[in-house]
C-alpha cells in the first residue's frame, strides 16, 4: 500500500524519469520500514547499556571494536552484494538483525552469560549494519536518476526523517512505558517486513560478479573516502555520544522517562529539517552543492564546540534542531559526490566498500577519542574533548566542496 502511494506521487511529478517508478517506489518503502526499525534501538542502545550498569568506558571501547570489525566484514559484504545483488543483500541483513536483537533484549533480563549475549549482539549487529548500508548505497546510487539526483536524494532524505520523526516517539514511549526490551521486539518484527517490497522488481545490478580492483581511479576517489571518515565520527558524536552527555548532565533525574524525553527531542528536530531536505535537494541540482556543503560543515563544526555546554532541555532541542539541519546540508550534497564517483568510476560495488569501510574507520576514531578521555579525565571534560575533535574534524568534509557543485 504504501509502496503504491509513494509510486502514484512520483509518476505524477517525476515523469522524466528513466528506470520503473515501481522500482524506485519499492526502494523508498524499503527504506522507510528500516530506518523506523533501526531508529526505535539505535537512539536507545548505548544509554541501556548505561542504564544496565556498564561504564562509559566499556560503551565506548565496545563500539571502537564494533566499527572495527565492520571493516574488514566490508569486504565480505561487497563480494555477497556483488555475487547475489543487493537486494538479496539487504533481504540477509534484515535477517541477520533478528539474533542481534534477540540478544540485546536478553542483556538486560539474564544473569549469566550476559557478555556473551553482548558479543553475539555487537557481531550479528555489525554483519547486518554493514552488508544493509552497502546494499542500499548500491542500490539507490544504481536506480537514481542522473540529472535529478538531488531531488532523489532530497526525497530518500525526506522518507528517512518521516521514519526518523515516529520511530524515536514509539521507542521512546513503548520503552518508557513498558521496557527497552519492548522495543526490541517491536523492531526484531519489522525488519522482516522492511525486505519485502524490494522483490516485486529485479536486482538493478549485474549477479554472479566478482569485486574488481585492477585499474581502480584512486585520484577520483581519494578525496570523498577521506571525507567519508567525517561522516563515521560525526556519527559517534552526534549520536552515541551526544545521547550518553544528555542523560548524564541534562536529563540526570528522569529515571526511566530519559528513554521518552530523548525521543520526542530528537523527532522534533527531524520534523523541523525535513523542509530543509526538500530544499536542499533543489540547490544540489541547481549546481549549488559547493555552497551547501560548506555551509552544513561549517555550521556543525560550530555546533560540536557548544555541545559541551548545553545544560537545559531547551538547549538540547535547539541544538538537535541545529545538528539535523546542518547534518542534511553537507550530507546531501556530499552523498551526490559519491554517486558521481560510483557512476563515473566503474568500480560501483569496490567504490561502495571503500566508503563503508572509510565510514565505518572515522566512527572507530571518535569512539577511541572518547575512550581515551574517558580514561584520563572526568567524564564532563571527556565529553568536551569528543566534540571538541569532533569540530575540528569536521572540517576535512571540505576537501570535497569542489566536486560538489
Known amino acids: 500500500?504504501?509502496?503504491?502511494?509513494?509510486?502514484?506521487?512520483?509518476?505524477?511529478?517525476?515523469?522524466?524519469?528513466?528506470?520503473?517508478?515501481?522500482?524506485?517506489?519499492?526502494?523508498?518503502?524499503?527504506?522507510?520500514?528500516?530506518?523506523?526499525?533501526?531508529?526505535?534501538?539505535?537512539?536507545?542502545?548505548?544509554?541501556?547499556?548505561?542504564?544496565?550498569?556498564?561504564?562509559?568506558?566499556?560503551?565506548?571501547?565496545?563500539?571502537?571494536?564494533?566499527?572495527?570489525?565492520?571493516i574488514p566484514f566490508s569486504y565480505l559484504a561487497a563480494?555477497?552484494?556483488?555475487?547475489?545483488?543487493?537486494?538479496?543483500?539487504?533481504?540477509?541483513?534484515?535477517?541477520l538483525r533478528i539474533p542481534s536483537l534477540v540478544a540485546f533484549a536478553l542483556v538486560g533480563v539474564i544473569n549469566d552469560h550476559v557478555m556473551i549475549a553482548i558479543a553475539i549482539f555487537g557481531l550479528f549487529q555489525q554483519m547486518s549494519t554493514t552488508l544493509y548500508n552497502m546494499c542500499h548505497m548500491i542500490n539507490f546510487s544504481k536506480v537514481k536518476h542522473i540529472d535529478r539526483a538531488g531531488k532523489e536524494i532530497g526525497r530518500m532524505q525526506q522518507v528517512e526523517k518521516i521514519a526518523r520523526v515516529i520511530s524515536p516517539l514509539v521507542g521512546g514511549a513503548i520503552a518508557s512505558i513498558w521496557s527497552p526490551e519492548a522495543t526490541i521486539i517491536l523492531a526484531s518484527i519489522l525488519f522482516v517486513f522492511s525486505a519485502v517490497p524490494l522483490f516485486r522488481t529485479v536486482e538493478p545490478t549485474v549477479t554472479h560478479a566478482k569485486?574488481?580492483?585492477?585499474?581502480?581511479?584512486?585520484?577520483?576517489?581519494?578525496?570523498?573516502?577521506?571525507?567519508?571518515?567525517v561522516v563515521g565520527f560525526d556519527f559517534v558524536a552526534s549520536g552515541m555520544g551526544w545521547a550518553l552527555f544528555a542523560t548524564l548532565f541534562v536529563f540526570s533525574g528522569l529515571g526511566e522517562g530519559v528513554y521518552a524525553a530523548l525521543g520526542s527531542i530528537a523527532s522534533l528536530g527531524v520534523l523541523v529539517s525535513m523542509v530543509a531536505a526538500w530544499v536542499f535537494g533543489r540547490v544540489i541540482d541547481k549546481r549549488k552543492g559547493d555552497v551547501l556543503l560548506v555551509f552544513g560543515t561549517v555550521v556543525n563544526s560550530?555546533?560540536?564546540?557548544?555541545?559541551?555546554?548545553?545544560?537545559?532541555?531547551?538547549?538540547?532541542?535547539?541544538?538537535?534542531?541545529?545538528?539535523e539541519t546542518a547534518t542534511s546540508a553537507y550530507a546531501m550534497p556530499f552523498t551526490r559526490v559519491l554517486f558521481d564517483v560510483a557512476d563515473t568510476s566503474g568500480f560501483r560495488i569496490?567504490?561502495?566498500?571503500?566508503?563503508?569501510?572509510?565510514?565505518?574507520?572515522?566512527?572507530?576514531?571518535?569512539?577511541?577519542?572518547?575512550?581515551?578521555?574517558?580514561?584520563?579525565?572526568?567524564?564532563?571534560?571527556?565529553?568536551?574533548?569528543?566534540?571538541?575533535?569532533a569540530a575540528a574534524y569536521e572540517l576535512i568534509m571540505l576537501i570535497v566542496s569542489r566536486a560538489a557543485r
Not at 37 to 48: C, D, E, H, Q, R
Not at 365 to 372: D, E, H, N, P, Q
Open 302 to 323: 560550530i555546533l560540536h564546540v557548544f555541545r559541551p555546554f548545553v545544560q537545559t532541555p531547551p538547549a538540547v532541542i535547539a541544538t538537535n534542531i541545529t545538528s
Open 211 to 229: 569485486l574488481r580492483f585492477r585499474g581502480f581511479p584512486w585520484r577520483l576517489a581519494i578525496p570523498s573516502l577521506v571525507a567519508e571518515t
Open 79 to 95: 563480494k555477497y552484494a556483488a555475487y547475489y545483488g543487493p537486494k538479496h543483500g539487504i533481504l540477509l541483513a534484515n535477517l
Open 350 to 389: 569496490s567504490y561502495m566498500m571503500m566508503v563503508e569501510m572509510m565510514l565505518n574507520l572515522g566512527a572507530a576514531i571518535g569512539c577511541c577519542v572518547l575512550a581515551v578521555a574517558l580514561m584520563t579525565i572526568d567524564q564532563k571534560n571527556a565529553f568536551m574533548v569528543l566534540f571538541f575533535v
Open 1 to 70: 500500500m504504501i509502496g503504491r502511494i509513494i509510486s502514484r506521487l512520483l509518476r505524477r511529478r517525476h515523469y522524466w524519469r528513466s528506470v520503473s517508478f515501481d522500482q524506485i517506489a519499492e526502494l523508498y518503502t524499503s527504506r522507510l520500514i528500516t530506518v523506523f526499525a533501526a531508529n526505535i534501538v539505535n537512539l536507545f542502545a548505548a544509554v541501556y547499556l548505561y542504564k544496565l550498569g556498564y561504564s562509559l568506558i566499556f560503551i565506548t571501547l565496545f563500539y571502537a571494536v564494533w566499527y572495527l570489525m565492520k
